[in-house]
């Protein structure tokens, strides 16, 4: 069974930082193309960061700069680092993990529009980030 449990959300100030957690389990970490998605209320969801599983990433413009997703494959954690975050970051943040292979192929989410990967195959609960003074 497939498991993605996100940790690390909560308060901070406009300008401040936060590192969100994704633990994984129940599917090879490795192989698989995982990404950070987040959604306020009244709003669609939307693509933050993905990562390929070769490690090629793409970002959403406005967090680009200050936002940077890593993975750990030996722990099988997914991290999302959030520098100089403002009031619009404030949503819940979901983690997310596909296969991406169709007809035998992997498919890579980087350098394509990020949105277009808001149907992952697995989604974690969410975390909320709420940015405030």
């Known amino acids: 069974e497939v498991r993605l449990v996100e940790s690390g959300g909560g308060l901070v100030q406009p300008g401040g930082s936060l590192t969100l957690s994704c633990a994984a389990s129940g599917f090879s970490f490795s192989d698989y193309g995982m990404g950070w998605f987040r959604q306020a209320p009244g709003r669609e969801r939307e693509g933050v960061a993905t990562?390929?599983?070769?490690?090629?990433?793409n970002y959403r413009g406005s967090v680009a700069g200050r936002f940077t997703i890593f993975k750990d494959s030996a722990k099988k954690i997914l991290y999302l680092q959030m520098n100089n975050v403002n009031p619009e970051d404030t949503a819940t943040y979901y983690c997310?993990?596909?296969?991406?292979?169709?007809?035998?192929?992997?498919?890579?989410?980087?350098?394509?529009?990020?949105?277009?990967?808001?149907?992952?195959?697995?989604w974690g609960q969410g975390t909320q980030v709420t940015v405030s003074s």
């Open positions: 997310a993990a596909d296969p991406l292979v169709v007809g035998g192929y992997y498919h890579k989410m980087a350098g394509q529009d990020i949105d277009r990967f808001r149907n992952l195959a697995y």
């Open positions: 990562i390929d599983r070769d490690g090629a990433t």
